[in-house]
Structure formats: structure tokens, C-alpha cells
């Protein structure tokens, strides 16, 4: 019987260190799938860069990028499986894709709920983007944070967080800011519902309830000002407005895509490269005289590709 083929040394390191960085324990298993839901084994005819692609979404685009600079694992935030398969045939466009990536030996790992409930993941960051430190600015509105949903037994995690400033803020001036980090260049305009009979430039903001991607099962029924998500439903936001709260969305994927880059990106290549020295030694021996293709790690990049499918139209 021939060995059992296995998956890089290199992935198996992304893997331990994704899972080191936002363990899969702290994903919602009532509904998520995470952890490595393609593992490619590694072709004897081809080495792959030492190299991690981060995508919030595993695309057709994402993985020809992926294949173009020959990478050995994409990280994508959402899982491209989540209900169980019967079948993989090529017919089904992500079907196809994950078939071609495990041809190309290119692993996929998807973090997802982890990366929500991380006590320095996306709530905790959506939180920061809302107070002024993401965006360089010397004095951070002053507040109190709380979480909305605490995950049992570990400090500083759970899903959602709610803002409380010590004094209220202009809502254009959090709009702007909220605009200048999430949103990709060009796109001047958002969604935005406020109660009737209110004048949007005169409204003023206590408390913001932030939850990244679809908010509505973690934002409901919280005694807030505003709610920032990316994507509410028209009967939840008619509620809420109802409440008289305002409601901010982004669009799904624009709530998820700057953390990539502004957090997991340095904090997966700091566990790599703290790795790194004792990885090299392990798989000396697999050095061969012509090739040093181990000694080399070319990084963690996120994908030039990965985008929301939504764009603002303006026809004037």
C-alpha cells in the first residue's frame, strides 16, 4: 500500500499557528464550520511559496490569485463549506474552485466565528474603529466598552461589543470615521436609517452596538443609540429605527475586509516568523544540493482580488 499522502510542513505550521492565534474552540459550532476545510496534499512534482493569502471570501478570483503566486494555503474568513456536501463535481462553481485548489496543492482554512469572538478580533477592532484607533488620530473618543455576547471562561472574549461614550458624539463625525476605515477608496456613501422626524446632521450618539458581517441575532433588544453592522435585514432595521436607534451598515463584507490587514496579517506573521528558526532545522533534511526552497518565508499578503460584490451606483 502506498503512504498515506499528507499536506505540507509549511501548512501544517499556518494551521497550528491560525489555530494558536483564534482557536477553534471559540468559533459557534451551533451553526459555523471552521478550522481546515481543505487539506491539499503536498505534490512531489512542484514546491509551493512559503507564502499565506488572506481573503475574506475564497473566490474564483482569490484562488487564480492564489495559484498565479503559487502560495501553499489561502485563509479565508468565511468558510466555502458550510452545509454538508453529497457530491463535488465541477458544475458547482466553488466545488470547482476547491477542486482545483487541492490539484494545485493550495490548502484553504477558514477561522470565521474564531476570529469574531477573539478578545483581539473583529469586535474588539470594530469597537476600535468607532472610538478613533484605527484611525491615527492622537485623542480616542474616552468610553467604556462591554461585550455583547461573552464567550464562558475566557477573558476579553465573546461576539459584539457596545460602546459607551462619556460624551455624546456628532453622528456625521462617527459616520466619517467609520466611512475613512471600513469603506474601500472610492466608495463616498453608505446605508444609513434614522428615526422619523429626526434631522440626520442634529443627532448625537451615546452608545454603538457593533457586530461585524449580518448583526441582527447579536444586536437585537440592546438598550443602544446606534447599531454598526454590515448587513441588517429591512424588517430588523424598521424595529430598530422604530426603537429609535439609528442603523449604519457597511455592507457585509466591508465590516470584515480591513481587519485582515490591519490585524490578523501582522499577528500571523509574527507567530510564523517566532516559529520559523525551529521550523527550518526540523525540515533540513528535506533539502536537497539544487534547492533551498525551505529557507525562505515569502509572507502573509491579503488578496488583491478579494472584494464585496456590491457596489454604489451613481447614475447622475
Not at 484611525?135 to 457596545?162: M, T, Y
Not at 470615521?177 to 428615526?195: D, M, T, Y
Request: glycine share 6%.
Amino acid at each position: 500500500m502506498a503512504p498515506m499522502r499528507t499536506s505540507s510542513p509549511f501548512t501544517k505550521m499556518v494551521v497550528e499557528a491560525m489555530r494558536e492565534l483564534y482557536p477553534e474552540e471559540w468559533a459557534d459550532k451551533s451553526f459555523d464550520n471552521t478550522g481546515l476545510l481543505l487539506e491539499a496534499p503536498m505534490r512531489s512534482d512542484k514546491r509551493q511559496c512559503h507564502e499565506v493569502i488572506l481573503a475574506v471570501d475564497l473566490t474564483k478570483a482569490v484562488a487564480e490569485e492564489a495559484i498565479e503566486r503559487n502560495v501553499s494555503i489561502i485563509i479565508a474568513y468565511h468558510p466555502i463549506i458550510f452545509k454538508p456536501l453529497k457530491s463535488l463535481t465541477l458544475a458547482d462553481s466553488q466545488q470547482h474552485t476547491l477542486l482545483t485548489l487541492a490539484q494545485e496543492g493550495i490548502s484553504v482554512y477558514c477561522p470565521h466565528t474564531a476570529v469574531d469572538a477573539a478578545p483581539w478580533g473583529l469586535g474588539t477592532w470594530l469597537a476600535d474603529v468607532v472610538v478613533g484607533k484605527c484611525d491615527d488620530i492622537p485623542n480616542p473618543w474616552s468610553h467604556d466598552r462591554e461585550i455583547i455576547k461573552p464567550l464562558p471562561g475566557v477573558s476579553g472574549a465573546g461576539v459584539g461589543r457596545i460602546v459607551r461614550f462619556h460624551e455624546p458624539q456628532n453622528l456625521i463625525d462617527l459616520a466619517t470615521r467609520v466611512q475613512k476605515v471600513l469603506l474601500p477608496a472610492g466608495v463616498p456613501s453608505f446605508p444609513v436609517a434614522i428615526p422619523r422626524g429626526r434631522e440626520l446632521r442634529n443627532i448625537t450618539v451615546s452608545s454603538v452596538a457593533v457586530c461585524a458581517g449580518s448583526g441582527a441575532s447579536v444586536l437585537q433588544g440592546l438598550d443602544v443609540d446606534m447599531l454598526l453592522t454590515g448587513e441588517l435585514s429591512h424588517h430588523d432595521t424598521l424595529a430598530a429605527v422604530e426603537k429609535g436607534q439609528v442603523v449604519l451598515t457597511v455592507f457585509h463584507s466591508n465590516s470584515e475586509r480591513e481587519y485582515l490587514e490591519d490585524e490578523m496579517r501582522p499577528a500571523l506573521q509574527g507567530e510564523i516568523m517566532g516559529g520559523w528558526p525551529a521550523f527550518k532545522k526540523e525540515h533540513a533534511s528535506t533539502i536537497s544540493a539544487k534547492e533551498n526552497s525551505w529557507e525562505n518565508f515569502d509572507g502573509v499578503w491579503v488578496s488583491y482580488v478579494d472584494e464585496d460584490p456590491y457596489e454604489i451606483l451613481n447614475l447622475k
